[in-house]
C-alpha cells in the first residue's frame, strides 16, 4: 500500500508548528460548499438564519473597524469584499481570500484583512469574560475597594481598620474592560493571543506617593489576602521600578 505522504506546510504548521490563521497568506477554498464546511468546522452553520446574520453581523464590523483604523488615505475596500449588496454570499468571501492574486491591495488581500478581524471579533464574542463581565469585575474589585478610603487631610488611602495599617496613595483607579476595537487592535497585532488572554480587561491602578512605596502596597495586598502569590502570572510581573535585592539589602 502507497503511504500518502502529501502535507499542507501551512495546515502543519498551524496545528503544531505556531502558525496563527492571522498569519495565513491565504485560505484553500475553492467552492461555497469548501466555505460551508469551513464555517461549520468554525462552529457557525450557515445554513441556520440566526448563525448567519451573527456572521454578517462580523463581516459588518470588521468592514466598519479597517475603514476606521487601518486604511491609508485614498484607500477603500472594494465593494466585492466590503459591500454585502455586492459581495451577495458569504461564502464568496472565503473564495477570494484563497484565490492567487498577486496584486499588493487585490480582492485577496482585502478579503484576507476581513477575515481576519471577523475571526478576531468572534474570539471576542463568545469570550467569557464579556459575556460575564459585570460578575467578574465585581469579583476581582470587591476585595480592593473594601480596604480603599478617603479622608480630607490624607487624601487617598490603602487602610486596614482592624489592624491600624495604613498607607497613603496619590491615587486608585479601577480599569473597566477593555472595548472592542482596543481589543481588537491587541488581537491583531499578537498572533499568539486569544480572548481569554487579554490580561488588561479589567483591573487597578495604584499610584504611590514614593518608589518604596510600591513594596509597602504589595504587602499590604498579600497580607490582607486582597490578591494571591499563587496567582501570579510570572512572564506578565515585570519590575522595572526598582531591583528587588538592593530594596531588600
Sequence with gaps: MQ??????????????????????PRLRI????????????????????ADLKKIWLYHSRAVTYIR??????????????GDPNTLKEIAFLF??????????????????????????????ENDLFTKYSK?????????????????PIQGTLLKNIETGECIEIKKFETKSFKKS????????????????????KVGVRIVT?????????????????????ANIIQSESLNSIYPIDSFLQ
Design 30 to 49: 475553492h467552492n461555497i460548499e469548501q466555505a460551508y464546511q469551513f464555517i461549520r468546522a468554525y462552529g457557525y452553520d450557515p445554513s441556520d438564519e
Design 135 to 151: 460578575d467578574i469585575q465585581k469579583q476581582i474589585l470587591a476585595p480592593f475597594n473594601q480596604f480603599v478610603a478617603s479622608d
Design 68 to 81: 476606521s483604523y487601518l486604511v491609508r488615505e485614498g484607500e477603500e475596500i472594494p465593494a466585492e469584499v
Design 95 to 124: 473564495i477570494y481570500a484563497s484565490t492567487k492574486d498577486n496584486k499588493r491591495y487585490g480582492i485577496q488581500y482585502w478579503a484576507c484583512a476581513v477575515l481576519r478581524v471577523m475571526h478576531v471579533l468572534a474570539h471576542l
Design 209 to 229: 506617593k514614593s518608589v518604596f512605596d510600591c513594596y509597602k502596597v504589595m504587602r499590604f495586598l498579600v497580607d490582607n489576602h486582597v490578591i494571591n502569590v
Design 3 to 24: 503511504e500518502n505522504y502529501r502535507f499542507s506546510q501551512q495546515m502543519l504548521q498551524a496545528l503544531a508548528g505556531g502558525l496563527s490563521i492571522i498569519d495565513f
Design 181 to 200: 476595537d482596543s481589543s481588537i487592535t491587541k488581537l491583531l497585532a499578537k498572533k499568539e493571543a486569544v480572548a481569554l488572554r487579554i490580561l488588561d
